[in-house]
T-cell receptor, first 117, second 111 residues
Framework: DAGITQSPRHKVTETGTPVTLRCHQT?????MYWYRQDPGHGLRLIHY???????DKGEVSDGYSVSRSKTEDFLLTLESATSSQTSVYFC????????????????FGEGSRLTVL | GNSVTQMEGPVTLSEEAFLTINCTYT??????LFWYVQYPGEGLQLLLK?????DKGSNKGFEATYRKETTSFHLEKGSVQVSDSAVYFC??????????FGKGTMLLVSP
């Protein structure tokens, strides 16, 4: 257990409203990630962070922003939610440090299911 | 760019049957390869991995061999159990832990 907590676990919201999902870790890992999971698409990387205030875009970053003001928290924000952002969102951390030699073992949170009506 | 292709599911088997889930990949360099498993209502967890050609990853009776010549990493298990019912994801990484996942294959095992 890598000590990852996601909140909220379930949320229903309306189109156009802002939404923030939180990922909290207890073990001071440097690299954190946000993925979304959709049927027929597997998991796709939204954004990732390699340290406090250091973030980068992933494959499907449009419509999302992230912030990391503390090592333990990585926030994903949908500024104006759309129905296409209905998905299950997973936070993950790299326990090997996330550098070039990292072989890619990630620990995942339990997911946050977001429904945008 | 990198990509992972795995067989579509669901794969439906009876308990104690042999399992194969095919996975092939496209990568620009020399990736590490992974199988992750997702049980209902849970996040993904690492099942096994291989970091270089000809390596065999194994765990819980599952195994997969990194085949560079065929760019494949097929998952096998000799005798599946009902508790193996889950979604299985093949993935690759070329460092920095930015994984590229396949679309997932659901496995359903009946008693």
């Amino acid at each position: 257990d890598a000590g990852i907590t996601q909140s909220p676990r379930h949320k229903v919201t309306e189109t156009g409203t802002p939404v923030t999902l939180r990922c909290h870790q207890t073990e001071n890992h440097r690299y954190m990630y946000w993925y979304r999971q959709d049927p027929g698409h597997g998991l796709r990387l939204i954004h990732y962070s390699y340290g406090v205030k250091d973030t980068d875009k992933g494959e499907v970053s449009d419509g999302y922003s992230v912030s990391r003001s503390k090592t333990e928290d990585f926030l994903l924000t949908l500024e104006s939610a759309t129905s296409s952002q209905t998905s299950v969102y997973f936070c993950a951390i790299s326990v090997q440090g996330g550098g070039r030699g990292d072989t890619g073992e990630l620990f995942f949170g339990e997911g946050s299911r977001l429904t945008v009506l | 760019g990198n990509s992972v292709t795995q067989m579509e599911g669901p794969v439906t088997l009876s308990e104690e049957a042999f399992l194969t889930i095919n996975c092939t990949y496209t990568a620009t360099g020399y990736p590490s390869l992974f199988w992750y498993v997702q049980y209902p209502g849970e996040g993904l967890q690492l099942l096994l991995k291989a970091t270089k050609a000809d390596d065999k990853g194994s765990n819980k009776g599952f195994e997969a061999t990194y085949r560079k010549e065929t760019t494949s990493f097929h998952l096998e298990k000799g005798s599946v159990q009902v508790s193996d019912s889950a979604v299985y994801f093949c993935a690759l990484s070329e460092g920095y832990s930015t994984l590229t996942f396949g679309k997932g294959t659901m496995l359903l095992v009946s008693p």
